[in-house]
């Protein structure tokens, strides 16, 4: 069964600190796997998309990393930002009809 | 560039009603997604467009949710009669190529329906 686990559920961080999400998947045929960030009350933005080949990418403040040999992925935020608060879902990509498969998400909550 | 436009924004019914959501996608976008998602869960597809054609409604409930796209550009969702598990945000989505590859996929504001 294709499924996508996100860990933690839930986190609290400081202003300025940094974090790491964490994405395990067990998805196939593989495509991509992509990163969103949601703010309350609004539709997923995408961060980052990763090919089977890409290790990492980055945006910004934002960096993701690809196993596809353990089907592990993060998303790092570096010096955090209030505006950073939202959820963070990971979202793998089967198949040839763009099929997505998402995550629960992570919901992150950046204090001052 | 405009995004993709949903509305109604909010919408409270009673069980056993009925209520449409309409969606308008990015200009030009051949695919258009909609989704479910229930508080505290991620997204779950309900139905997948390409054009004005069907390519993946294995999980849209159609005894009582029906979509079409007019002329392969706007959307409609419906849902008769609502239940009470039917309360969620739902989303549309678009992206301009006909699936695969990294194509990105963008998201309106959704609609968030609360059935009592």
């Known amino acids: 069964k294709n499924q996508v686990e996100q860990s933690p559920q839930s986190l609290i961080i400081l202003e300025g600190k940094n974090c790491t999400l964490q994405?395990?998947?067990?998805?196939?045929?593989?495509?991509?796997l992509r990163w969103y960030k949601q703010d309350t009350g609004r539709g997923p933005v995408s961060l980052t998309i990763m090919t089977f080949s890409e290790n990492t990418k980055s945006n910004g403040r934002y960096t993701a990393t690809l196993d596809a040999d353990t089907k592990q992925s993060s998303l790092h935020i570096t010096a955090s930002q209030l505006s950073d608060s939202a959820s963070y879902i990971c979202v793998v990509t089967s198949g040839g009809y763009n099929k997505l498969i998402f995550g629960a998400g992570t919901r992150l909550a950046v204090h001052p | 560039e405009a995004g993709v436009a949903q509305s109604p924004r909010y919408k409270i019914i009673e069980k056993r009603q009925s209520v449409a959501f309409w969606c308008n996608p990015i200009s030009g976008h051949a695919t258009l997604y909609w989704y479910q998602q229930i508080l505290g869960q991620g997204p779950k597809l309900l139905i997948q467009f390409q054009n004005n054609g069907v390519v993946d409604d294995s999980q849209l409930p159609k005894d009582r949710f029906s979509a079409e796209r007019l002329k392969g550009v706007d959307s409609t969702l419906k849902i008769q009669p609502a239940k009470l598990e039917d309360s969620a945000v739902y989303l549309c989505?678009?992206?301009?190529?006909?699936?695969?590859?990294?194509?990105?996929?963008?998201f309106g504001p959704g609609t968030r329906l609360t059935v009592l």
């Open positions: 994405c395990n998947y067990t998805v196939s045929p593989f495509s991509n």
């Open positions: 989505a678009s992206s301009l190529l006909q699936g695969g590859g990294t194509d990105t996929q963008y």
